[in-house]
C-alpha cells in the first residue's frame, strides 16, 4: 500500500510510527496481572488500521500526524477492549492466531484486562487538552463517549439474535454499523478534528468511512468461512457456531428451505467441520456469498465516492481510497 507520491508517509509508516508511540503508554507499568495480558494482546499485531486511518484523516485535512496520535491511542485500546470482551461473550478460541485472553490467562483476569484497555482508552485522551485545546478536546472526548454507547447497543442486537434467531437484512446492516463501522467513522472523524478541521468535514469524512466501515466487516464475514485460517487469525466458521448475525447468514435463513433451516442451527455452538462446510455449502447453494460481495462492493464505493469528492490533500485521499480498497480486497 505505497503511496504514489513522495511527499507523504505511506501507510506502513503510520503503522510503526504508532506502534513506537502506544508503547510508552505501557512502559513499566504494574501489576502483571493486568499490564502482561494487554501487552500481550497489543503485542501480537493486528492490522492497526483504525488508528492509521485517525492519523491518515489528520494529515489529510492539513494537520500534524502528532496531533491525532493521542487520539489514535485511544481508539486501538478502545478496539482491543472490545475484542477482549467480544471473545468472552463469543466464547472465541482464538484471537489473531493464538488462544483468546480468557482462556490463556483465565476468565477473572481477561475481563480486567478488556476493562483496563477500557480506562487506559480514556487515560489517553487527556493529553488532548493541552495538545488541542479545550474545545477540541472536548468533540474527541464526546465522539468516544457516544461511540461506547454504540457498541454495546450494537452488542445487544448480537446476543438477542441468539435468542430469537431471527434479524431483517436492515437490522444486519444497521447491527454492522454499530459494532464495527461507527469505529471506523469516529476515528477519521476524530483525527480530522485533530487536525484542525470544521466539524462539518469531520462528519462528511467520518461518513464515508461508515459506509466502508460496513463494507470491512461483510468482507470479514465472508473470510471467515472461505478464508484460510492461517492468514485469518480466527477458526473457519467460528461466525457460525457463535450464531453471529452475519448477512450471509441472514440472506441464506431468508432463502432456504425449513428443513435447511434446521441443518443451519444445529451447527450453532457445536464446532464441527462437516456440519459447518454443510452451512458454508448452503451459502453458496442460495448465493449468499456472491450476495454479501455485492453488498459490500456497494457500501465501499459509497464510502470511496465520498472520500474523493471532499476537499484535501489528493495524495492523502488517493491512499485513503487505496486503503479502502484493501479492506474489502483482503485475505485476512
Known sequence: MKSSSSNSIDVDTYVNIFEDAYKKNLEGREPDTLYKPITDLLGRGGKRLRPSLCLMACELVGGDIKEAMPTAICIEFFHNFSLVHDDIEDDSKLRRGEPVLHIKYGLPIAVNAGDGLYALCYEALKENKSLLGVE?????????????????????????????????????????????????????????????????????????????????????????????????????????????????????????????????????????????????????????????????????????????????????????????????????
Not at 447468514?249 to 464441527?272: A, M, R
Request: glycine letters at 8%; one cysteine or more.
Open 136 to 332: 477540541r478536546a472536548w468533540k474527541i472526548f464526546e465522539e468516544i463517549a457516544g461511540l461506547s454507547v454504540v457498541l454495546v447497543e450494537g452488542q445487544a442486537m448480537d446476543l438477542e439474535f441468539k435468542e430469537r434467531k431471527e434479524m431483517s437484512e436492515s437490522e444486519v446492516i444497521e447491527l454492522l454499523g454499530k459494532k464495527t463501522a461507527e469505529l471506523f467513522a469516529v476515528s477519521a472523524k476524530c483525527g480530522a478534528i485533530a487536525g484542525g478541521a470544521s466539524y462539518e468535514t469531520a462528519e462528511e469524512l467520518g461518513s464515508a468511512w461508515e459506509e466502508i466501515g460496513i463494507a470491512f466487516q461483510i468482507r470479514d464475514d465472508i473470510l471467515n468461512v472461505i478464508g484460510e485460517e492461517a492468514k485469518y487469525g480466527k477458526r473457519i466458521g467460528e461466525d457460525i457456531v457463535e450464531g453471529k448475525p452475519t448477512l450471509l447468514l441472514i440472506h441464506c435463513l431468508e432463502h432456504c428451505e425449513v428443513h435447511e433451516k434446521e441443518i443451519i442451527y444445529n451447527c450453532f455452538y457445536d464446532y464441527d467441520i462437516q456440519k459447518i462446510e454443510e452451512v458454508v455449502n448452503l451459502f453458496r447453494k442460495y448465493g449468499s456469498i456472491k450476495y454479501s460481495e455485492e453488498i459490500a462492493r456497494r457500501y465501499l464505493r459509497m464510502g470511496t465516492d465520498k472520500i474523493s469528492g471532499m476537499e484535501g490533500k489528493e495524495a492523502i485521499k488517493e491512499r485513503m481510497v487505496t486503503l479502502a480498497k484493501y479492506f474489502v480486497e483482503r485475505e485476512r
